[in-house]
């Protein structure tokens, strides 16, 4: 069974920054390529950053320069860091994980369509 879990979020002032982890458990194919969205209230969820099985990364736009999406492929964990916050960037942040051909490009568009989700965390940013 597949399992992610979320940590790292909370609420910061505009220009703060935030880390945010990805627990994966269960996952075992080579097939794995991951990534976050976010969903703010009364919108649609937003992917915005993916990593794929090769190591290649993309992003949305207006996070661009802004968050880095990593791994740790011995400790089975997503990160993401998030630099320089503005109260645009508050919602539901998630990770998820699933086969890279659901993947076309760019990547992170296509990330809430992965097929395994987390229970999100919660980001605020305030001004």
């Known amino acids: 069974q597949v399992k992610l879990v979320e940590s790292g979020g909370g609420s910061v002032q505009s220009g703060g920054s935030l880390r945010l982890s990805c627990a994966v458990s269960?996952?075992?194919?080579?097939?794995?390529?991951m990534g976050w969205f976010r969903q703010a209230p009364g919108k649609e969820r937003e992917g915005i950053a993916a990593?794929?099985?090769?190591?290649?990364?993309s992003y949305l736009d207006s996070v661009k320069g802004r968050f880095t999406i990593s791994q740790d492929n011995a400790k089975n964990t997503l990160y993401l860091q998030m630099n320089n916050l503005e109260p645009e960037d508050t919602a539901m942040y998630y990770c998820?994980?699933?086969?890279?051909?659901?993947?076309?490009?760019?990547?992170?568009?296509?990330?809430?369509?992965?097929?395994?989700w987390g229970q999100g965390t919660l980001v605020t940013v305030s001004s």
């Open positions: 998820a994980a699933g086969s890279c051909s659901m993947l076309a490009p760019p990547a992170y568009y296509y990330v809430p369509y992965l097929e395994n």
């Open positions: 990593i794929e099985w090769d190591g290649s990364t």
């Open positions: 269960g996952y075992t194919s080579s097939d794995r390529c």
